[in-house]
């Protein structure tokens, strides 16, 4: 009798620690979730940060096979080097590019203006279309009553808050372009550290998969970064000489744009086909057909030619998958989410790959 009641009392309080182990890994996970979601933004800026870091060592170690030398001197070679590009660009092109932006918004807004006026023609609302354009040249001056004081001091206070914000967020968008290059630069100077520490937090027993796991990534990561970067190139180059031929104006400007959107897959393409095609309305219905079908052997290049000659044996993801993940990251975490879903997906994918699922003897019978 003795022993069954000390099984009965045993069972309860294992039972008991059961329920309390499990709770509490309910609210740790919970909490983590609530965090991931509430730092997304840092989180997101840290992950963009890692992969440069990874780009770096990547071309630092592809440079070690050509040229050999330390680590460090091949680094500081290759900063030397993207450095001397991006001024390069920036000085050489920096006109260029400004000029050729400003000339791409006036562009679009006007088509913009003209779809405006022929859904208006046809009887389609398109009051949320409504830019506030500005009375043709000739136009008498409409008479308006003079603003109240009150009006005055309300528009001054809103100008002063939208200057402040402008500004506020062009350094924020600075900060974040540093704050990138300076953890990449630190995660490349230095992986083998970065690398060590992260297996020291995982347990003992569990650390040969973990490092497993570990350089797998890092040798996805770095392939597809090679891979995707001369996939962005070869993409701003064809799209820049293709959109020239043609006579569409700010080419090097849409070349820039189209490249940048490819390191987006699918809809980075889309996006950029969209406003390639928007920008070539003014120029007629022939260099709107012939942009679009720039478009389509650009894309048709990047899917079935770049991708499977050299991103083969980098990612090998679903498309309906990738879609749906970028969509859901899109909407969850707006533009860092789309842009990173990618990666997140295929690191996602080496985790799991070194989890099996195990299948069964038999097939299941289906009824």
């Known amino acids: ?26 609210v740790a996970f919970a909490g983590l979730l609530f965090a991931a979601w509430y730092f997304a933004a840092t989180l997101f800026l840290i992950f963009a940060g890692i992969l440069f ?26 900063c030397v080097v993207l450095a001397g590009l991006f001024t390069g660009v920036l000085v050489l092109g920096g006109t260029t590019i400004a000029e050729q932006a400003t000339s791409l ?63 506020l967020g062009t350094i924020g968008a600075v900060g974040n372009f540093f704050i990138v290059i300076f953890l990449g630069l630190c995660f490349g100077a230095q992986p083998a550290i970065y690398r060590k520490g992260l297996l020291r937090s995982v347990p003992a027993r569990y650390r040969p998969q973990a490092t497993a796991i570990v350089n797998a990534i890092g040798e996805m990561l770095k392939r597809w970064l090679l891979a995707q970067m001369i996939t962005m190139a070869a993409v701003f180059a064809v799209t820049s000489i293709g959109l020239t031929l043609i006579g569409i104006p700010g080419a090097f400007i849409l070349g820039i744009q189209a490249g940048l959107l490819a390191f987006i897959p699918t809809i980075g393409a889309l996006l950029g086909g969209l406003i390639i095609v928007l920008a070539s309305l003014g120029s007629g219905w022939v260099a709107v057909a012939s942009a679009f079908a720039l478009f389509l052997a650009v894309h048709a290049m990047e899917s079935y030619v770049l991708t499977p000659l050299i991103q083969q044996q980098a990612i090998d993801i679903p498309p309906g998958t990738l879609f749906a993940t970028q969509i859901l990251l899109g909407i969850v975490f707006g533009l860092w989410g789309l842009a990173l879903a990618l990666p997140l997906m295929a690191i996602a994918k080496v985790v799991m790959d070194h989890f099996p699922v195990e299948e069964t003897a038999e097939p299941l019978a289906i009824r």
Do not use: C, Y
Not at 5 to 13: H, L, S
């Open 1 to 26: 009798m003795t022993t069954s009641t000390e099984d009965r009392v045993q069972t309860r309080n294992d039972l008991a620690w059961a329920i309390a182990v499990g709770g509490a890994a309910t």
């Open 53 to 78: 870091g990874v780009f770096l060592n990547a071309v630092t170690e592809l440079l070690g096979r050509l040229i050999g030398g330390g680590h460090g001197l091949r680094l500081a070679l290759v």
């Open 105 to 167: 918004s006036n562009t679009i807004k006007s088509q913009i203006v003209n779809v405006k006026s022929f859904l208006d023609d046809h009887g389609v609302d398109t009051g949320f279309l409504d830019l506030g354009t500005p009375e043709p040249a000739g136009t008498p001056a409409q008479p308006r009553n003079l603003p109240s004081a009150g009006a005055l001091a309300s528009g001054g206070g809103a100008i002063v808050s939208q200057t402040l914000k402008l500004i």
